[in-house]
C-alpha cells in the first residue's frame, strides 16, 4: 500500500514536472494571438477541426520528441545544438515576417478554404505552435524522467504514465487557447487584437533569436570544454 502511494507521488511530481517544463515554452496564449489572422475568417466548424488537429499534432510531437527524441538525433548524428540553431532561424523568420506585415492586412486570405487543414501541421503546429525550443526541452525531459522516476528505460509504465498525461494537459490547454481565440479576439476589439499580434510577433522573434543564441552558447561551452 505505502509503494503504491509513493509510486502515484512520483507519478503525479513527474507529470506537474512535465507540465511545467513544457507550457512556458509552448506559450499557447502567445501562439494563439499569433495565429488569429488565420483564425478569425474560419467557418466555425473548419476552425474547430483545425484547432483539433493542431493539439493532437502537438501531443504526438512532444511524445514522440519525449520518448525517441534522444535515439532519433543519435541515429541520423544530429546535435541537439543543430535542432536549436536551426530551428530557432525557422522561427525567428517566421515572427520577422508577422512583425512586417502590413496590419491593414492580417486576415488570412485562404481562411474561408477548408484546404487550410492541410496546414494543420507545418506551419500551424511546428513550428508556431511546438517549436525548436519545445522540442528540446522535451528531448531533455526524455533523457531525465527515467532516473527522475527511478526507472530502468523511458518504456516504464511510470515513465509512460508521466509523460503522456503531462503532454495530455499541455494539449488540451493549446486546443483551448486555439478553440476560444476568435472570442477573445471580440474582447480585445480590433486595435488591441493589433498591438497582441503584433507583440505576440516580436516575442516569437525574440524566441528565435534566443534558441539560436542558445544554441550556439551549448556548442562553443562543448568545444571549449574538449
Known sequence: MIDLQHDASTIIE???LVVAALFPVVNPLAAAAVLLNVFS???PAVHRALA???AIYCFFLLIGSLLWGVKVLTFFGISIYAVQIGGGLVVAITGWSLLARDSNNTRSNDAQDASILDHAFYPYTMPLTVGPGSISVAITLGAHLP???QASSFLSPRVLIASFVGIAVVCIIIYICYRYANAAERLLG???????LRLSAFILLCI?????CTGIRDYLATIHLS
Open 14 to 16: 513527474a507529470t506537474i
Open 190 to 196: 480590433a486595435s488591441g487584437t493589433t498591438v497582441v
Open 208 to 212: 528565435g533569436v534566443q534558441i539560436i
Open 41 to 43: 475568417g474560419l467557418e
Open 147 to 149: 532516473a527522475e522516476l
Open 52 to 54: 483539433r488537429k493542431i
